[in-house]
């Protein structure tokens, strides 16, 4: 499967089964064109006449491109579509939990999916005891696997941070007896951040991701609080201090827009101008009636927005003033990974990574949570629920029937399960909206590959 596009004064080639991407020239980018669709005498008579080059320069195209094919760099065969299946089954071992130590929050933004943090339920903390049987189970359900992820989240962690901090020092005394070496992370909207968290998660977190949409309006209309008038204004301070302690590094400010900021781009170099190098910002996912959510007619704007960004991007790293940052749909490696087993499976929902609730029940992720036909198990019995488990095991990138001629399939791993569950019914959905945005991401992000690359050279 070949995909062309222009973007930025480039014409480039993506040959999406063997990840090779190419740079061509217009005549050569006509010629790939047409080349599975016309005969070579076609392709001369419509190229010389278009381009005003000789018969001799297609011919030479031509050799080219049959010397690409032949060292299968382009129209190569998808090979991996009957091993898919074999992968998915390897992830039968759990590497990461999300422990939900506080069905609760001092926030109560708009588009939350967990309804404020309490997921549609009752108010709840988690207990040590319950953090603790967690951190115990993953251990002992974690095969050969020496590196451990475990994710505070809520509601708000910093509702519950002793318990937290407890749970660190309870993971870091197991790490010697087991050969296990936990990877703590901390997802919090910052309004209780303070100078002992941030010192705390210098020594223990190993990446923190701090919660803002942008510029001072947009966050401060969907982002509320009933403890301050200014979200924006409340938390700025101490997540410039918190990134700063970092050395802008190991930590993610990650936004959401909604249709009232499709200038999302505006909202990101807003966040940079602040001084912040670790981006990102998502589209919201959101009932279609809700008076925030993306619209039909918001999708030119959102594509031309990811446009407009990738280029400022470029701009500030040719500039060379420190001015630059990092996006995170952005962040692709063309030449070591991930590799096939990821790209076809994805995150690992359901099979190498659960959600614990504060009552120690598990769910396949955090957005499934309170979903009771989703329900796996819990920290007492472990995974009783295999059949829910099974279903996931066989979601990947090959069971959307949609994913079949997407030249991106390989990059997004077929979308978040939850995501296409949520506005189709089923894990084997499909989310329209979040395909399209996501094809737009990564060719910006091959785009500011290929200008790296030129420039390299």
Same mark, same amino acid.
């Given at each position: 499967?070949?995909?062309?596009?222009?973007?930025?004064?480039?014409?480039?080639?993506?040959?999406?089964?063997?990840?090779?991407?190419?740079?061509?020239?217009?005549?050569?980018?006509?010629?790939?064109?047409?080349?599975?669709?016309?005969?070579?005498?076609?392709?001369?008579?419509?190229?010389?006449?278009?381009?005003?080059?000789?018969?001799?320069?297609?011919?030479?195209?031509?050799?080219?491109?049959?010397?690409?094919?032949?060292?299968?760099?382009?129209?190569?065969?998808?090979?991996?579509?009957?091993?898919?299946?074999?992968?998915?089954?390897?992830?039968?071992?759990?590497?990461?939990?999300?422990?939900?130590?506080?069905?609760?929050?001092?926030?109560?933004?708009?588009?939350?999916?967990?309804?404020?943090?309490?997921?549609?339920?009752?108010?709840?903390?988690?207990?040590? $005891? /319950? *953090? +603790?049987?967690?951190?115990?189970? &993953?251990?002992? %359900?974690?095969?050969?696997?020496?590196?451990?992820?475990? !994710? =505070?989240?809520?509601?708000?962690?910093?509702?519950?941070?002793?318990?937290?901090?407890?749970?660190?020092?309870?993971?870091?005394?197991?790490?010697? $007896? /087991? *050969? +296990?070496?936990?990877?703590?992370? &901390?997802?919090? %909207?910052?309004?209780?951040?303070?100078?002992?968290?941030? !010192? =705390?998660?210098?020594?223990?977190?190993?990446?923190?991701?701090?919660?803002?949409?942008?510029?001072?309006?947009?966050?401060?209309?969907?982002?509320?609080?009933?403890?301050?008038?200014?979200?924006?204004?409340?938390?700025?301070?101490?997540?410039?201090?918190?990134?700063?302690?970092?050395?802008?590094?190991?930590?993610?400010?990650?936004?959401?827009?909604?249709?009232?900021?499709?200038?999302?781009?505006?909202?990101?170099?807003?966040?940079?101008?602040?001084?912040?190098?670790?981006?990102?910002?998502?589209?919201?996912?959101?009932?279609?009636?809700?008076?925030?959510?993306?619209?039909?007619?918001?999708?030119?704007?959102?594509?031309?927005?990811?446009?407009?960004?990738?280029?400022?991007?470029?701009?500030?790293?040719?500039?060379?003033?420190?001015?630059?940052?990092?996006?995170?749909?952005?962040?692709?490696?063309?030449?070591?990974?991930?590799?096939?087993?990821?790209?076809?499976?994805?995150?690992?929902?359901?099979?190498?990574?659960?959600?614990?609730?504060?009552?120690?029940?598990?769910?396949?992720?955090?957005?499934?949570?309170?979903?009771?036909?989703?329900?796996?198990?819990?920290?007492?019995?472990?995974?009783?629920?295999?059949?829910?488990?099974?279903?996931?095991?066989?979601?990947?990138?090959?069971?959307?029937?949609?994913?079949?001629?997407?030249?991106?399939?390989?990059?997004?791993?077929?979308?978040?399960?939850?995501?296409?569950?949520?506005?189709?019914?089923?894990?084997?959905?499909?989310?329209?909206?979040?395909?399209?945005?996501?094809?737009?991401?990564?060719?910006?992000?091959?785009?500011?590959?290929?200008?790296?690359?030129?420039?390299?050279?």
């Amino acid at each position: 499967m070949v995909h062309q596009y222009k973007m930025n004064g480039y014409n480039i080639v993506l040959d999406s089964n063997s990840g090779c991407i190419h740079t061509v020239d217009d005549v050569a980018y006509d010629i790939i064109s047409m080349y599975e669709n016309s005969s070579p005498e076609q392709i001369t008579s419509e190229i010389t006449a278009r381009h005003g080059v000789t018969a001799e320069d297609v011919q030479e195209t031509l050799d080219d491109i049959k010397e690409l094919i032949d060292s299968r760099q382009l129209f190569t065969e998808d090979v991996f579509a009957g091993a898919a299946p074999i992968f998915k089954k390897r992830q039968s071992v759990v590497k990461a939990i999300c422990l939900h130590v506080a069905h609760a929050c001092n926030m109560t933004c708009e588009y939350c999916f967990a309804g404020e943090g309490e997921y549609h339920g009752e108010r709840a903390i988690m207990s040590y $005891e /319950t *953090g +603790k049987a967690a951190l115990d189970w &993953l251990i002992a %359900n974690s095969g050969d696997r020496h590196n451990l992820e475990v !994710d =505070f989240f809520g509601g708000e962690p910093l509702l519950n941070w002793d318990v937290c901090k407890k749970l660190v020092a309870y993971g870091r005394s197991r790490e010697a $007896e /087991t *050969g +296990k070496r936990f990877r703590f992370t &901390l997802t919090t %909207n910052g309004i209780l951040l303070n100078d002992e968290v941030i !010192d =705390f998660c210098g020594r223990e977190m190993s990446n923190v991701v701090i919660s803002l949409d942008g510029r001072k309006e947009v966050n401060d209309k969907m982002r509320k609080s009933n403890t301050v008038s200014s979200t924006y204004d409340a938390i700025l301070p101490m997540f410039r201090k918190l990134a700063e302690a970092r050395n802008q590094q190991d930590y993610y400010m990650r936004g959401t827009y909604t249709h009232y900021n499709t200038d999302f781009a505006s909202d990101i170099i807003h966040m940079a101008d602040l001084g912040f190098k670790e981006l990102s910002i998502e589209p919201v996912v959101a009932p279609p009636d809700a008076p925030y959510a993306l619209r039909e007619e918001d999708v030119d704007t959102l594509l031309e927005q990811y446009e407009v960004l990738a280029n400022e991007m470029l701009e500030r790293k040719r500039r060379g003033d420190g001015s630059d940052f990092t996006f995170y749909h952005y962040m692709i490696d063309l030449e070591g990974g991930p590799c096939i087993v990821k790209r076809i499976s994805g995150c690992g929902v359901g099979t190498e990574y659960v959600a614990v609730t504060p009552s120690g029940d598990f769910y396949p992720c955090h957005q499934f949570v309170g979903e009771e036909k989703f329900l796996l198990g819990n920290v007492r019995d472990g995974i009783t629920n295999d059949s829910i488990c099974d279903q996931f095991k066989e979601c990947n990138v090959y069971s959307h029937e949609e994913c079949a001629d997407c030249f991106a399939k390989l990059y997004c791993s077929g979308g978040c399960a939850a995501n296409a569950y949520h506005t189709t019914g089923s894990i084997n959905g499909i989310y329209d909206l979040g395909c399209i945005l996501h094809r737009k991401r990564i060719e910006c992000a091959i785009m500011l590959k290929v200008a790296e690359a030129e420039e390299n050279l």
